[in-house]
């Protein structure tokens, strides 16, 4: 968790909404639950992407893929993505999923050019538990 500060600038600077369930303790919870899911990227040493992936044992989860936008189209993000889908693989997760926000169009299309899918047929919903915890700004 020495990296936070840097992956955080990395999914501002890449357009991802950072809420409540991104700070510190939050990642620390998540690395602790998906400890071979949590990628980084580097270039000499400098921190240039991050993807954090978790699963339920049937179904893995993508969460804030981003590659800092000096680096982006020069095929980073796929190299990424394609290790956590072998790491996937290798733990026998079925189907993987990710969420993307609407105005984020270029990222649906990155998605889309690599063979995923949109579906239509399911409606996401969400519940806050806590909304003490979930309204916290950062």
Known sequence: MESYETVINIWRKSGISIGSSDTKEELERMLQRNPTLFLIGKINKRIIGVVMGGSDGRRGYIHHLAIDPDYQ?????????????EKFRQMGVHKVHLFIEKYNIDVVKFYQNLGWEIREDLIMMSHVPDDKLYKRNL
């Open 73 to 85: 189209r020069r095929g980073y993000g796929k190299m990424i993505l394609d290790r956590l889908i």
